[in-house]
């Protein structure tokens, strides 16, 4: 079974040369610090800041240099600056290359719910409805289940949803799985899961074809 | 060159009134106009309808409006980190209209270009498309969105000039460029006022004609949300 | 009668201190010259600048600063330049005060030909569409009639149009003319111009109540 | 930071085929990818469809792709000022689709920006928007105009850097940013090719993310088309 950090680390293999990549808050933002050295990417916040760098070194916090989670961040050699409009031009126009988010609940059709639990959380979608009616490719990071052991992968969302039918592939403490048009296709079990822990974790439907191999981080 | 230079934050915010639709600029508390905020404040002026894109915290940014509860109604796309709101907006006294981020930049944009509503995919099959026109373009589903309408925008620019012209910083450009302009009237407060000619033409990032008035705020506290580090080696 | 610098300096007139204002090609152009020294006025030209200057001293000439006319220009304190979409987003968002352009033909009902003779001339429209189906206060200024003699302010534009019930003023070599519900209304006389003679310069429905005074320059 | 260099023009215009549609960049001979435009002459690539919003003059800009008869289809605003192009439309050998500038310029800003349409005043109750569906907002009449598609986007920019991020000097700037990102592939030839970190991150006016391709162009002419000078006193 993953961590979150594992689960970043796997998620960052998905990451190639010459990407440009938006990463949520939470487990996403983590998928940085994984990245392979020899490739070249570029992250884009869509508060307006495209090649982000890492968190800047006490002292030298900018409060008008931040990331989409407010944190304070700094940019490497060839980044750039530009307004909201401009920043969702990137995402609307499918710029990007590859968008990495958490989510509350996905259904094996795709459909995901991150923002809004009727009557107890409205934080907000933030971007979130943008990106997901917008990426191309989008990999969706979370836990299997929730805290009351509840699976996350459902046959129908329950929450509100942010977007319909635009998952590709979810990575979690327990497996990768790609959406097919028949359900969650199992690709990769977490080191230590059985296919059965995966099978009993996994409310929609869920293909198994052959053998499972365990996932390499 | 035409002078748009006022006072104080007291004369740039003339005619503001109960019941009016203010656009404010910034991302979270990141080039947010602070002096115009704390000027509303001292105002009293309530009944508000605010467009931005998050609600500030608990006690700064719009934050402080809403503990006084001058605000009716906020049209923003994420209002997390902000326990007042949180609660007027359960107990049913704030309005609230969510809004996906990309589409509230471009409900701006197009009040400021002339255009009355477009086409997004944000938002569809969500409750956000309830009640609005769907429509299919090259076998994509897309939304129809209006644009803003709004008495007053406020923005907040790193430097500006006498003509009105602004360059912001960093990511406290956010939302401020496409607010100016989507308004009947836009107030720009900047950290550095300069004469005309100061700036070179080709840096400008929202030209002078946008701005009705511009004045240098008188101070800035540039709060940052969440101080993240990293250690020296 | 005037000429066409004397058609310019009346409109110059209608320029009013803190003005934005959009100059198209020909007569337009010329109305810059006889602005008021003491009103603060700036240029916008839509292939992207605001606060145009005269044009520049011989040995000056910047090719990559010129207005809409492919003029060599320079700017003033206070200009910046921008991009076509967002000098569009100026003009259709009605932040440009005033419009002035030329016409081939106007309608009584404020109706505007001025892109295209079919078979003929097709230069395209260029900026005047956008310019002519946005303003809310638009200038027209061409003489009174054609070289043939024949009226161009009529019932019906004969050629394409270029905009409809969109021309509210009306300055010529004859007069100065407001286009109203019922057709063009006669303001002013050109110095030494008799009624008569514009009436009979006038193909479309004309409106002459009480004295109309002689224009003053 | 991900490299977009490429070392001449040759390389830069690789894919380039007969039949494409292509977005030039520029405003009369302003701005205009002068050696692009030299070696889709010497490419000799035909049946093109350009997107520009002029046609240069007769023996420059696109004037010399349309004295090779490269052309099948001009989209721009004006087309004044070149002989051959008024030649071949008279004849009909040439099509030409003429659109008002403001509808150009949001037309690739619609391609690069996702929107799959948009509503503008331009062209209401003209020949513009025979065929094209209107409508109502707020009482005033609006046509609806679709994004451009486009094979390859040609730009030209003042400085650019190994990222792709370009700036533009004076009115050179005009249709070049919104072409950016409009087309499957966008080519930028910048006068200057500087390292990444070379430019201030505050001043890029397009952000890397919108250029595939960007190389140094070998030398610009920099026609004038109108000289128009005052005398010194």
Redesign the interface.
């Given at each position: 079974m993953l961590d979150k950090n594992g689960i970043a680390k796997r998620i960052a293999k998905e990451v190639k040369d010459?990407y440009?990549v938006n990463l949520g808050i939470g487990i996403p933002t983590m998928v940085a610090n994984f990245v392979r050295d020899d490739i070249?990417?570029?992250f884009?916040?869509?508060?307006?800041?495209?090649?982000m760098g890492?968190?800047?070194?006490?002292?030298?916090?900018?409060?008008?240099?931040?990331?989409?989670?407010?944190?304070?961040?700094t940019?490497?050699?060839?980044?750039?600056?530009?307004?909201?409009?401009?920043?969702?031009?990137?995402?609307?126009?499918?710029?990007?290359d590859l968008t990495i988010l958490g989510a509350m609940e996905v259904s094996d059709k795709g459909?995901i719910a991150n923002w809004k639990i009727p009557?107890k959380m409205?934080?907000?979608?933030?971007?979130?409805?943008?990106l997901v009616?917008?990426a191309e490719n989008i990999i969706v990071a979370m836990m299997h289940t929730n805290r009351a052991g509840e699976s996350k992968l459902l046959k129908e969302c329950t929450l509100?949803?942010?977007?319909?039918?635009c998952v590709k592939k979810i990575v979690t403490n327990l497996a990768v799985l790609e959406v097919t048009t028949d359900g969650f296709k199992l690709l990769e079990r977490a080191p230590g899961v059985s296919v059965e822990a995966i099978e009993n974790a996994t409310n929609g439907r869920l293909i198994i074809e052959g053998d499972i191999p365990e996932m390499k981080l | 060159m035409i002078r748009k230079t006022v006072e104080n934050v007291q004369e740039a915010l003339k005619g503001v009134k109960d019941g009016m639709t203010l656009m404010l600029g910034g991302f979270g508390l990141c080039g947010i106009p602070e002096n115009t905020i704390s000027e509303l404040v001292r105002l009293g002026v309530t009944d508000l309808c605010c467009i931005s894109n998050n609600a500030g915290v608990d006690d700064f940014g719009l934050g402080l409006l809403l503990q006084k509860k001058q605000i009716r109604k906020m049209i923003s796309s994420y209002v997390g980190e902000n326990d007042e709101f949180e609660r007027q907006m359960l107990s049913g006294e704030l309005e609230v209209e969510l809004t996906p981020q990309g589409t509230l930049a471009e409900k701006c944009r197009a009040a400021q270009a002339g255009f009355p509503a477009f086409y997004t995919p944000a938002g569809f099959g969500t409750e956000v498309a309830l009640g609005k026109e769907t429509r299919e373009f090259n076998g994509k589903m897309y939304v129809l969105e209006e644009a803003f309408k709004a008495d007053f925008s406020f923005v907040k620019a790193w430097k500006g000039d006498e003509a009105g012209n602004l360059i912001f910083k960093g990511t406290a450009r956010n939302f401020n460029p496409c607010m100016c302009g989507a308004a009947n009237i836009t107030v720009a407060e900047v950290e550095e006022l300069l004469p005309a000619g100061s700036l070179d033409p080709n840096d400008i990032h929202v030209p002078g004609i946008f701005v009705q008035r511009i004045f240098q705020g008188e101070k800035y506290e540039k709060r940052i949300e969440q101080r993240t580090v990293r250690p020296r080696n």
């Open positions: 010459g440009y070249s990417v570029e884009q916040s869509e508060n307006g800041v495209l090649g890492p968190f800047p070194f006490e002292g030298e916090e900018d409060a008008d240099i931040i990331n989409a989670g407010k944190q304070t961040i940019t490497m050699p060839g980044a750039s600056f530009f307004d909201s409009v401009t920043s969702f031009a990137m995402i609307r126009g499918q710029h990007v459909d009557g409205v934080k907000g979608m933030g971007g979130a409805m943008d009616a917008s509100p949803l942010t977007g319909v039918g | -």
